[in-house]
């Protein structure tokens, strides 16, 4: 199959502090992965697109500077949410696209991120 | 860019009956549309997915129909369960580009 694994599950920290979200394709390569936050009751938006070796794209409206994205590995992105603040709070989650050739993403379990 | 529309937003239905929920896309040239259900807390898993050189496909209970010429597709879930009970997204992708387009989400409630 083609598992999607998230690191840490939740976290709950003070404004201020940065907070690092692992994301890694366990079985499978993946050039590309997508980071997401979803709102309650909300639809996947998308953040960014990480691709492996090269620096991710940004949606418009997303600050690079805040969310930084590094994809190392071909099995790895990181998210790291700097000097978050409660308005971060959120359920960020990753996907990653096989090499397969098709688009079809592999959604990792999420990360329930609580800015105190 | 590609913009989804995905409706209704919430659909309630009693066990056994039919489920339908639409979507419609902007860009042309969008040639992928999976489904996938997401249970609260967790995260999406596909469901279902149709490309653009085909226009029906089934797996058991559900079915994606694709219009090319209007840009729409739809899910249809037949003999709901109430482990049905969750939110679909539907999502478009372009040839190329492998960003997909996501809906807003259709929370289906099936009533035992």
């Known amino acids: 199959g083609a598992v999607v694994s998230q690191h840490p599950s939740w976290v709950i920290c003070k404004s201020g502090t940065s907070v690092k979200i692992e994301c890694r394709s366990l079985?499978?390569?993946?050039?590309?992965m997508f980071w997401y936050r979803q709102f309650p009751k909300q639809s996947l938006m998308l953040m960014a697109t990480?691709?492996?070796?090269?620096?991710?794209?940004?949606e418009q409206g997303v600050e690079k500077d805040k969310f930084l994205i590094n994809h190392a590995s071909l099995t790895l992105s990181t998210l790291t949410v700097t000097s978050a603040h409660p308005e971060d709070s959120s359920f960020y989650i990753c996907?990653?696209?096989?090499?397969?050739?098709?688009?079809?993403?592999?959604f990792g379990p999420g990360t329930r991120l609580l800015v105190l | 860019g590609e913009n989804v529309e995905q409706h209704p937003s919430t659909l309630s239905v009693q066990e056994g009956d039919s489920a339908v929920i639409k979507c419609t896309y902007s860009?042309?040239?969008?040639?992928?549309f999976p489904w996938y259900k997401q249970e609260l807390g967790k995260r999406p898993q596909l469901i279902i997915d149709?490309?653009?050189?085909?226009g029906e496909k089934k797996d058991q209970r559900i079915a994606v129909t694709l219009n090319k010429t209007a840009k729409h597709f739809s899910l249809h879930i037949t003999e709901t369960q109430p482990e049905d009970s969750a939110v679909y997204f539907c999502?478009?992708?372009?040839?190329?580009?492998?960003?997909?387009?996501f809906g807003r989400g259709t929370s289906l409630i099936v009533h035992p």
């Open positions: 079985d499978f390569q993946a050039t590309t």
């Open positions: 996907s990653a696209e096989g090499r397969d050739g098709q688009e079809t993403q592999y």
């Open positions: 149709i490309r653009s050189n085909v």
């Open positions: 999502a478009a992708t372009s040839g190329g580009s492998y960003i997909p387009t």
């Open positions: 990480s691709n492996e070796g090269s620096k991710a794209t940004y």
């Open positions: 860009d042309s040239a969008s040639n992928y």
